[in-house]
């Protein structure tokens, strides 16, 4: 069974530009969660999807948002791209929506904002 | 608000002996509790959950850990660690189950051989 996929692995891009992370949940998972982590901040909720709906949001600018397809895939965008966006970004996707399962973790994302 | 801490941001230790990683979370009626192990450029994978019943949990590559209500903690035990559980462990709660994972910030732990 295929894990959890995040594409880019890593990117780099400028200040001010904007960038999409992409993630292909486990499959028969219709919900998927995304964090960012920092070595400051370490792991901070973003948003969760549940069969294509926004369920819960971090606290978080409005430039970070999110959607999610009917075959579960997840999507991440960042506009207005700033130097503290400097993070991996962590998928997640898990079979229910009630997190008393577990979550399965992709590898991440780790964008670098120059 | 939902908050976890852990108490050390790194513990070293040396190879098969025992080991203790401190977590405490703030209290609700109802909180559910996880701890997960993160390799070098890797993801997370959940070591155990607790959710209710027994207060000693049981999970993989022999760590374990205990529930304990009036200390509002959540510490993760190993009898002996080796080389290869180096790595950084999270804890994490949710309320209910119907609120997002709230991670602490993470131990670092270093096996020396």
């Known amino acids: 069974k295929a894990g959890v996929t995040q594409t880019p692995r890593y990117l780099i891009k400028t200040r001010g530009q904007q960038v999409t992370l992409s993630c292909s949940p486990i499959?028969?998972?219709?919900?998927v969660s995304w964090y960012q982590q920092t070595p400051g901040q370490g792991l901070q909720f973003l948003f969760e999807y549940f069969s294509e709906t926004q369920r819960n949001k971090g606290n978080f600018p409005g430039r970070f948002s999110g959607r999610q397809f009917s075959n579960s895939r997840s999507e991440m965008n960042v506009s207005t791209l700033e130097l503290g966006d400097s993070a991996l970004y962590l998928c997640?996707?898990?079979?229910?929506?009630?997190?008393?399962?577990?979550?399965?973790f992709g590898e991440g994302s780790r964008l670098t904002v120059l | 608000a939902q908050s976890v801490t852990q108490l050390d941001s790194q513990v070293p230790v040396f190879e098969e002996a025992p080991v203790e990683l401190r977590c405490n979370y703030s209290?609700?009626?109802?909180?559910?509790l996880f701890w997960y192990v993160q390799y070098p450029n890797q993801g997370l994978q959940l070591l155990l959950k607790y959710l209710s019943g027994s207060t000693l949990v049981k999970g993989i590559n022999g760590f374990e850990a205990e529930f304990n209500k009036s200390q509002t903690s959540f510490h993760l035990r190993k009898p002996s660690v080796h080389i290869s559980d180096t790595a950084e462990y999270f804890c994490a709660s949710s309320y209910s189950g119907n609120t997002p994972l709230v991670f602490g910030k993470g131990t670092r732990l270093s096996v020396i051989a």
């Open positions: 997640a996707s898990s079979f229910s929506a009630r997190t008393t399962g577990e979550l399965f």
């Open positions: 499959s028969g998972h219709r919900s």
């Open positions: 209290s609700s009626v109802s909180v559910y």
